[in-house]
């Protein structure tokens, strides 16, 4: 599995906005709840603390992290990390020290990555994957992408997703 670039909010400032004011932008109301989400995370082992997320990323630098650690081999392990560094922990993703760290919680070189987020390497590569993507008609996530033939959006089931899968490796995915 390789994960790509694809940022929710793009336009956001590199340092991200407050929660709050993101909210109010978004919904017209400072708060809004993830109960349906946190719950569905619940029931699979995942404690969601989106009550813990002060800050509303934007996630280039994050994206980068990504691609830098599937340069080294460590792209799952720096997205799990990533994830629960922002969804469970609350962490601040926008920060380039936050991103170090959580590289180096997931096996990568603190110092080296810590260079390579201050710089600007790949950064014009993930911004273009970025719009590659949504020229593709994507629009959310997650979205998967099986053998470079079939997608699917949004959360599935298992089975939908063994479908996809069947189907883009040639099989019958009707079953």
């Given at each position: ?73 460590r792209q799952d392990e720096v997205s799990e990390v990533l ?51 949504r020229s593709g008609g994507i629009n959310g996530v997650p ?33």
């Amino acid at each position: 599995m390789r994960w790509l670039p694809f940022q929710l909010n793009p336009d956001l400032p590199e340092n991200g906005i407050s929660r709050t004011e993101y909210f109010q932008r978004k919904f017209g109301s400072p708060t809004h709840s993830y109960a349906r989400v946190a719950a569905v995370g619940e029931s699979v082992g995942i404690p969601f603390a989106f009550d813990k997320i002060r800050i509303q990323p934007n996630t280039i630098n994050a994206h980068r992290l990504l691609h830098y650690a599937d340069q080294q081999g460590r792209q799952d392990e720096v997205s799990e990390v990533l994830f629960r560094a922002y969804f469970i922990e609350g962490a601040n993703i926008t920060d380039i020290g936050v991103l170090a760290d959580i590289g180096a919680r997931a096996g990568l070189e603190r110092s080296a990555l810590a260079d390579y987020l201050a710089s600007d390497a790949d950064r014009e590569l993930v911004q273009s994957a970025d719009i590659e993507a949504r020229s593709g008609g994507i629009n959310g996530v997650p979205y998967f992408i099986f053998n470079n033939k079939v997608g699917v959006s949004g959360a599935q089931e298992a089975e939908t997703l063994l479908q996809a899968m069947l189907q883009a490796a040639g099989e019958d995915g009707d079953a």
